[in-house]
């Protein structure tokens, strides 16, 4: 549940890069804006996973690919076709 929860985050936080992007007159600049905020969202959610919640890195890394590559891929994909 906590996994749906966060990629729901992510997805949020997607929506609001995207909208600034618009307002901006660019979209896909603010797509390529998403992944490096994403990508320090997914690293804190691993490492509140490991140092709080007791799990390993081992076990959080898979979690955390999949955590920070679904929202990163639809944002490469629509950078992709507007950025071009």
Known sequence: MHTAMVMLAG???LAACLAVGHLAGNLA???LIFIPLWLLGAALN????????GYS???ELPIFLLIFSLP???????WWKFGH
């Open 46 to 53: 691993l490492w509140v996973g490991v140092s709080r919640a």
């Open 72 to 78: 990163t891929a639809i944002a490469a994909l629509l």
């Open 57 to 59: 890195t081992r076990e």
């Open 29 to 31: 600049a603010g797509a």
């Open 11 to 13: 997805m949020a936080l």
